[in-house]
């Protein structure tokens, strides 16, 4: 259930709720402009944290898991606003300031991302710079990577080892072990485990 912030009532999702703030007289912009708050929990709902960049210490990407534009960019629908970008609507949304006129940029080079330590403005020409310095030859883990990872670390192997062994970062073993990334990836249970 999502409580309306202005009077409390309840809607069972958010197309409800956009309904319903209508009886206040708002578009559902003019509200989340609002109460950003309740638009951070729109999209802390819809997204899965990964650990993509594996070669910068900028902490684990927020993937946009709903839909997705052609390009892959996270696309949102909030009637009323200028675009439904959703990496956009979370920069604003964690109160940074952004026009029209700048692009929202990926340090991480990963279009679904919506995390806005991960998004700085920029124009396109800083765009093609960056495309063209970075060259897009970034390390991402595969899911089997991931899986070899966890399987390595339920033997007890050191982490050193455990690099040599799959590629990944010290770092993103690290993550991968306190389940801070990679959650969907999981090994299934053997016969001596209780699923829980
Ligand atoms: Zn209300
Ligand atoms: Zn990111």
């Known amino acids: 259930m999502i409580a309306c912030h202005v009077c409390g009532r309840e809607s069972p999702d958010w197309r409800g709720l956009h309904k319903h703030i ?16 309740q638009l951070r929990t729109r999209i802390f709902e819809s997204v899965r944290y990964e650990l993509v960049r594996d070669d910068l210490d900028i902490g684990p990407c927020w993937v946009w898991t709903g839909l997705q534009s052609p390009q892959g960019y996270g696309r949102m629908r909030v009637a009323g606003f200028d675009t439904c970008a959703v990496h956009r609507i979370s920069y604003r949304a964690h109160g940074f300031q952004l ?27 800083d765009n093609n710079y960056d495309r063209a310095k970075k060259n897009r030859s970034h390390r991402i883990l595969t899911d089997k990577q991931v ?4 399987e390595l670390l339920s033997r007890g192997w050191p982490f050193e080892r455990i690099r040599d062994d799959t590629g990944a970062a010290l770092g993103s073993i690290a993550q991968i072990r306190d389940w801070r990334s990679h959650m969907h990836v999981t090994r299934p249970c053997t016969e001596n485990e209780i699923p829980f």
Not at 22 to 37: D, V
Not at 147 to 150: G, L, W
């Open 147 to 150: 899986f070899r990872v966890r």
């Open 22 to 37: 209508r009886a206040h007289g708002m578009r559902a912009s003019e509200y989340y402009t609002k109460f950003p708050m």
């Open 99 to 125: 026009t029209d006129e700048f692009l929202l940029l990926h340090t991480c080079d990963h279009p679904p991302c919506c995390n806005p330590a991960h998004l700085t403005p920029g124009t396109s020409a």
